[in-house]
T-cell receptor, first 112, second 115 residues
């Protein structure tokens, strides 16, 4: 089945640093979504991308839908302690039902 | 708060038992999706319902079933439970059936522990 490769798997950074993570796929996706999940909670939608090449910001977060439709990245600028958590990319295939395919997640740890 | 509610938050049961998880979608959303999140498999799509009808199936076991009621809430039934069924089960909802761009919003999840 379709899979998303998300990297890095984990990041350890200092507060104030910028963060970058990405997802790649062997197949084309119609939509890319980025979620953040805190322990014991459900994924919370951060950014949704609907068009190839689209660059969208949400506060300190910026994400882009790759031109090839096979990749996306998420950047977090000037990280703060509440950014800690697991970030997931998710993609919707080009056709068919809304079967979200998730990446493995990037665990972000911030040292104050 | 995504607007999607799930009950119960925690569920502890024994192998061989049957449980029902409940989900209420966001107001106005017609589609409900169920996902399973386990440590080794990550987040996996199980099944989707749209306006009461099954729309798509993913990696859902035959021991599992779901339905969506006229008021649009959904229930996921898990039977003959095994230790490996222990996981977080999430419900998500969206407005549309599955065409074009449609964003899914997740509930807080139900943590199932099978002893």
């Amino acid at each position: 089945g379709q899979q998303l490769n998300q990297s890095p798997q984990s990041m350890f950074i200092q507060e104030g640093e910028d963060v970058s993570m990405n997802c790649t796929s062997s197949s084309i996706f119609n939509t890319w979504l980025w979620y953040k999940q805190d322990p014991g909670e459900g994924p919370v939608l951060l950014i949704a991308l609907y068009k190839a090449g689209e660059l969208t910001s949400n506060g300190r977060l910026t994400a882009q839908f790759g031109i090839t439709r096979k990749d996306s990245f998420l950047n977090i600028s000037a990280s703060i302690p509440s950014d800690v958590g697991i970030y997931f990319c998710a993609g919707l295939p080009l056709q068919g039902a809304q079967k979200l395919v998730f990446g493995q997640g990037t665990r972000l740890t911030i040292n104050p | 708060d995504s607007g999607v509610t799930q009950t119960p938050k925690h569920l502890i049961t024994a192998t061989g038992q049957r449980v029902t998880l409940r989900c209420s979608p966001r107001s106005g959303d017609l589609s409900v999706y169920w996902y399973q999140q386990s440590l080794d498999q990550g987040l996996q799509f199980l099944i989707q319902y749209y306006n009461g009808e099954e729309r798509a199936k993913g990696n859902i076991l035959e021991r599992f079933s779901a339905q969506q009621f006229p008021d649009l809430h959904s229930e996921l039934n898990l039977s003959s439970l095994e230790l490996g069924d222990s996981a977080l089960y999430f419900c998500a909802s969206s407005v549309k059936a599955g065409k074009g761009t449609d964003t899914q919003y997740f509930g807080p999840g139900t943590r199932l522990t099978v002893l």
